[in-house]
Nanobody
Framework: QVQLVESGGGLVQAGGSLRLSCAASGMRIGISAMAWYRQAPGNQRDLVARITSGGSTNYADSVKGRFTISRDNAKNTVYLQMNSLKPEDTDVYCC?????????WGQGTQVTVSS
């Protein structure tokens, strides 16, 4: 069974950095696209960053130049390095993959950026 477990969230001041991790089991991240989304309460989930099985990446305009998605296939873990954080980056961050016929989501990790 596929499971995604996020970690690394927390409270940080504006301008600070955090690195989120998404540890996967039951699937191999190296042959699957992986993505980070974020969601504020009552809002839809928005794509933050995505990495394909071939290593291509794309980012939301709001995070380009500040966030970097990467993966460690040996650890079966995807990362989101977040620099120059802003209060508007405050959200629950979730990772997502598609494996077989369905999508899988992690439980999310809270990121709070204080001004």
């Amino acid at each position: 069974q596929v499971q995604l477990v996020e970690s690394g969230g927390g409270l940080v001041q504006a301008g600070g950095s955090l690195r989120l991790s998404c540890a996967a089991s039951g699937m191999r991240i190296g042959i699957s696209a992986m993505a980070w989304y974020r969601q504020a309460p009552g809002n839809q989930r928005d794509l933050v960053a995505r990495i394909t099985s071939g290593g291509s990446t794309n980012y939301a305009d709001s995070v380009k130049g500040r966030f970097t998605i990467s993966r460690d296939n040996a650890k079966n873990t995807v990362y989101l390095q977040m620099n120059s954080l802003k209060p508007e980056d405050t959200d629950v961050y979730c990772c997502k993959t598609t494996w077989g016929p369905r999508d899988y989501w992690g439980q999310g990790t809270q990121v709070t950026v204080s001004s």
